[in-house]
């Protein structure tokens, strides 16, 4: 398994500026969603949109609606980060003992249930409440630890060097060398699909139906 010293992944952090309704928060969980499939990361996705949902109701409740507001998400060590500025830096968000009556209070007692830790950061005319998850990630640059994702990552190492064109140590360079090396080879089985009277276009659809079923089914 290639790990964060083999630049195996590329996080970098993302910010997606709103305005804070509740109309907004379906697409920022989406938004989200999809960021963190494309990380590698699916199977933080259903807690990160927990997070999302609920740093989104505090902003709208105690600064107020309509809010100018962004999203923030970042890796923080193998953690993922998911935060939220908006311009009440005088109303700081207070974790409360909710009653099973009370029809308030639960939001931050949610964030820190499913989260790793949380937290305010202020600023002159703004704050940043975070909250951190946690991740099968064994470096901020590795990918989980699935024993499908390490298959691959040998199995083009190997495609790559084939050809000549992986070189040890190469780091990051290293990375777009083997997804060259995918393309590749996607582009080599399509040719033997062919060869063999197959549909290309039929299995490339077949595979991305069991890809997202994978997904759906968190594995």
Sequence with gaps: MANGNDGCMTRKP??????????EVAALRRA????????????VADVAEICVSELVANVIRHVGAGTPSTLVVEMN????????????????????SAGPDDESGRG??????V????GVILGADSKL????????????????????????????????????????GAGRVGVAVREEAAIDLI??????????GHDPDEALDRAQA????ELGAGG
Aim: proline share 7%; charged share 20%; glycine share 8%.
């Design 32 to 43: 989200v969603r999809l960021h963190l499939r494309l990380w590698g990361l699916p199977d």
């Design 210 to 213: 069991h890809f997202e079923a």
């Design 108 to 113: 931050l007692a949610m964030l820190d249930a």
């Design 187 to 196: 582009a080599d089985l399509f040719h033997w699909l062919c060869a063999h």
């Design 129 to 168: 409440v975070w909250c951190d998850l946690a991740t099968h990630l064994v470096s901020s640059g590795g990918h989980i630890d699935d024993p499908r994702v390490a298959k691959s990552e040998a199995c083009l190492t190997l495609y790559a060097g084939g050809r000549g064109s992986e070189h040890p």
């Design 115 to 118: 989260s790793e830790r949380w």
């Design 77 to 96: 060590g193998t953690c993922l980060r998911v935060a939220l500025r908006d311009p009440g830096a005088g109303a700081l968000p207070t974790l409360l």
């Design 14 to 23: 993302w910010e997606l500026p709103f305005l804070a309704e509740p109309e």
